[in-house]
């Protein structure tokens, strides 16, 4: 860590609120879902592919983002996303029918889509490798606060007021965060430390995209990405049209999986911090840690589809989203652990892209097109949890297969050396 401040940490506090605030404007469209569709006249399908459109553009957004932050300092780059989010939730307070719905949410999107990669390449700035499990989970659970502060007030605002005042708020206090940021926001100083034998100075792209790491953590990324979105476009109305839940029953019991992901996330992240301190290899440390929550979480999201509604079930249900989160804090420390510093922004991005962006696009489509041809919503539901519990247990698995981060950054030097070695040979007649 940089001496002696108390500056890395406020930043991680600024950081994390603009996580909470990401994760409330995504998820209010789900907390308004009941109001909108019957307001709207929506299906849940049309209402799926609304929460869908969020992530259309934001695979190109996350790209070009992470090339972009590479360039210039995430400070203003944070600044800009922020003043998009708030931007785009402002139509809400008078749209009527589902392509501006649409409108709103891909230009939510286009902003959200660096969001992650940018606000971790910011925290990494002010922390060194071996000390980031700890802040960098803070920071990502920023989205579960996010949720655990919009449940209950969104919800409260919503049933009150109506729920085009749950999107303006957002906006608000959005735009306060821009402000204050733009005035108190800085960057870190930190780089990864030249001691180690396999540090490179920079590896093709499409190298480091075809690295079976990479790819390991990209598929895990995806499958937890899948039951992010899910949900948080679609828990509120399952507590409410699935479970029988009421309103302010569903408000409250929103919070439980997010709870579970803030304690889940920062107990693994800290073990795991503490490994890699204690010199064990990253593979076990984060690969092994974030594989097997993964797996885990999803056997629970496929066992509480079998019981009646009560305590166990939302306590399986919690569990089940809480602990795969753990891999949006373990799989970014790993990319940035193989990814030479001049083009960790970039990967980092990609990353987020392919993983977010594509799930977002799919997930909760699919899951308001199972739910609109279940034989009833409740099962409807459920075959869209048990689907997402079996990709997660095999996704675990393959991931664990493939994520090497010794043998990566091994392979990386190695082909680094051999081709100084070619570079400094002198040329045969």
Same mark, same amino acid.
Not at 80 to 104: D, F, H, K, R, Y
């Given at each position: 860590?940089? @001496?002696?401040?108390?500056? @890395?940490?406020?930043?991680?506090?600024?950081?994390?609120?603009?996580?909470?605030?990401?994760?409330?404007?995504?998820?209010?469209?789900?907390?308004?879902?009941?109001?909108?569709?019957?307001? &709207?006249?929506?299906?849940?399908?049309?209402?799926? &592919?609304?929460?869908?459109?969020t992530y259309w553009l934001s695979a190109i957004a996350?790209?070009?983002?992470?090339?972009?932050?590479?360039?210039?300092?995430?400070?203003?780059?944070?600044?800009?996303?922020?003043?998009?989010?708030?931007?785009?939730?402002?139509?809400?307070?008078?749209?009527?029918?589902? *392509?501006?719905?649409?409108?709103?949410?891909?230009?939510?999107?286009?902003? *959200?889509?660096?969001?992650?990669?940018?606000?971790l390449h910011a925290c990494f700035k002010w922390f060194?490798?071996?000390?980031?499990?700890? @802040?960098?989970?803070?920071?990502?659970? %920023?989205?579960?606060?996010?949720?655990?502060?919009?449940?209950?007030?969104?919800?409260?605002?919503?049933?009150?007021?109506?729920?085009?005042?749950?999107?303006?708020?957002?906006?608000?206090?959005?735009?306060?965060?821009?402000?204050?940021?733009?005035?108190?926001? +800085? *960057?870190?100083?930190?780089?990864?430390?030249?001691?180690?034998?396999?540090?490179?100075?920079?590896?093709?792209?499409?190298?480091?995209?075809?690295?079976?790491?990479?790819?390991?953590?990209t598929l895990a990324g995806f499958s937890v990405a899948?039951?992010?979105?899910?949900?948080?476009?679609?828990?509120?109305?399952?507590?409410?049209?699935?479970?029988?839940?009421?309103?302010?029953?569903?408000?409250?019991?929103?919070?439980? @999986?997010?709870?579970?992901?803030?304690?889940?996330?920062?107990?693994?992240?800290?073990?795991?911090?503490?490994?890699?301190?204690?010199?064990?290899?990253?593979?076990?440390?984060?690969?092994?840690?974030?594989?097997?929550?993964?797996?885990?979480?999803?056997?629970?999201?496929?066992?509480?589809?079998?019981?009646?509604? %009560?305590?166990?079930?939302?306590?399986?249900?919690?569990?089940?989203?809480? &602990?795969?989160?753990?891999?949006?804090?373990?799989?970014?420390?790993?990319? %940035?652990?193989?990814?030479?510093?001049?083009?960790?922004?970039?990967?980092?991005?990609?990353?987020? +892209?392919?993983?977010?962006?594509?799930?977002?696009?799919?997930?909760?489509?699919?899951?308001?097109?199972?739910?609109?041809?279940?034989?009833?919503?409740?099962?409807?539901?459920?075959?869209?949890?048990?689907?997402?519990?079996?990709?997660?247990?095999?996704?675990?698995?393959?991931?664990? &297969?493939?994520?090497?981060?010794?043998?990566?950054?091994?392979?990386?030097?190695?082909?680094?050396?051999?081709?100084?070695?070619?570079?400094?040979?002198?040329?045969?007649?």
């Amino acid at each position: 860590m940089q @001496p002696s401040s108390w500056k @890395p940490w406020y930043i991680v506090f600024m950081l994390t609120l603009f996580m909470v605030l990401a994760f409330a404007d995504r998820a209010v469209l789900g907390f308004a879902a009941v109001p909108l569709m019957r307001d &709207l006249n929506l299906s849940p399908s049309q209402f799926g &592919l609304a929460a869908s459109s969020t992530y259309w553009l934001s695979a190109i957004a996350g790209i070009a983002g992470g090339f972009i932050i590479n360039r210039y300092p995430t400070k203003w780059v944070l600044a800009a996303l922020a003043a998009i989010w708030a931007v785009s939730q402002l139509p809400m307070l008078w749209a009527t029918t589902l *392509e501006e719905v649409v409108a709103a949410r891909v230009v939510l999107g286009i902003g *959200e889509g660096p969001a992650f990669a940018v606000v971790l390449h910011a925290c990494f700035k002010w922390f060194e490798d071996k000390d980031r499990a700890v @802040p960098t989970s803070i920071v990502s659970e %920023g989205a579960a606060f996010g949720i655990i502060f919009a449940s209950p007030v969104v919800t409260y605002i919503i049933v009150g007021y109506g729920w085009r005042t749950g999107f303006g708020v957002l906006a608000v206090l959005t735009l306060l965060w821009t402000v204050v940021w733009m005035i108190t926001g +800085a *960057e870190g100083k930190v780089n990864p430390a030249a001691s180690r034998s396999d540090d490179v100075a920079r590896v093709p792209y499409l190298r480091l995209l075809l690295d079976r790491t990479f790819i390991g953590n990209t598929l895990a990324g995806f499958s937890v990405a899948c039951g992010i979105t899910i949900f948080m476009s679609w828990l509120p109305p399952y507590l409410l049209k699935g479970l029988s839940y009421s309103a302010t029953q569903a408000g409250w019991l929103t919070t439980l @999986p997010w709870i579970a992901s803030i304690v889940l996330v920062l107990l693994g992240s800290y073990l795991s911090q503490k490994l890699m301190q204690r010199g064990v290899s990253s593979r076990f440390a984060r690969g092994l840690a974030l594989c097997g929550a993964l797996g885990i979480g999803g056997l629970c999201t496929l066992s509480m589809t079998y019981l009646q509604p %009560g305590a166990l079930q939302l306590l399986l249900l919690s569990i089940g989203f809480g &602990l795969p989160t753990l891999a949006w804090t373990l799989s970014p420390a790993i990319i %940035g652990e193989v990814t030479p510093l001049a083009q960790r922004g970039a990967m980092l991005g990609l990353y987020v +892209a392919l993983a977010n962006a594509f799930a977002g696009s799919l997930a909760p489509y699919f899951m308001g097109v199972l739910v609109e041809r279940g034989a009833t919503q409740a099962q409807g539901y459920a075959t869209g949890f048990v689907i997402l519990g079996c990709i997660q247990i095999v996704f675990a698995i393959v991931a664990w &297969l493939l994520i090497s981060p010794e043998a990566t950054r091994a392979k990386f030097a190695a082909a680094e050396k051999s081709s100084a070695d070619i570079a400094a040979s002198p040329i045969q007649a």
